[in-house]
Nanobody, 126 residues
Framework: QVQVVESGGGLVQAGGSLRLSCAAS????????MGWFRQAPGKEREFVAA????????YYADSVKGRFTISRNNAKNTVYLQMNSLKPEDTAVYYC???????????????????WGQGTQVTVSS
C-alpha cells in the first residue's frame, strides 16, 4: 500500500505564495506519476497539475498556468506544488494523488489515480 500525506496549506492574502508538499511511502516513489487536484465547496474536484515519473513532463490546468509549478524530488519521495500570485478563486482543499499505471497521456485524469491523500486546506483572502 502507498501512503500519501499532504502538508503546507494555510491562509494567505491574495497575491501571496504557498508551497504544498506531498510525501509518499510504501512503494518505490520514482515508479509513480503524481498529480495535484483541488475541490472548492460545492464544486467538483478538478485537475491542477501533474508530473511524470522522472519529472521531465509536467501539465497544468489553464487556470493556474504561469502561477503554479509542480516538481518532485525522488530522493526525498516528495512532490511539491509552488503556488504564486494566489487568487481568492484558488481557495480549495488540495489533494495529492499517486499512481504507478498512468501514462503521460492519462496522468491529468483524476478518476484514474489509485492513491490519494486526505487533502490540505488553502484559503486565499481578498
Amino acid at each position: 500500500q502507498v501512503q500519501v500525506v499532504e502538508s503546507g496549506g494555510g491562509l494567505v492574502q491574495a497575491g501571496g505564495s504557498l508551497r504544498l508538499s506531498c510525501a509518499a511511502s510504501g512503494r518505490i516513489f520514482s515508479s509513480y506519476v503524481m498529480g495535484w487536484f483541488r475541490q472548492a465547496p460545492g464544486k467538483e474536484r478538478e485537475f491542477v497539475a501533474a508530473i511524470s515519473r522522472s519529472g521531465g513532463t509536467t501539465y497544468y490546468a489553464d487556470s493556474v498556468k504561469g502561477r503554479f509549478t509542480i516538481s518532485r524530488n525522488n530522493a526525498k519521495n516528495t512532490v511539491y506544488l509552488q503556488m504564486n500570485s494566489l487568487k481568492p478563486e484558488d481557495t480549495a482543499v488540495y489533494y495529492c494523488a499517486a499512481d504507478s499505471r498512468l501514462t503521460i497521456a492519462t496522468m491529468r485524469g483524476l478518476e484514474k489515480y489509485e492513491y490519494w491523500g486526505q487533502g490540505t486546506q488553502v484559503t486565499v483572502s481578498s
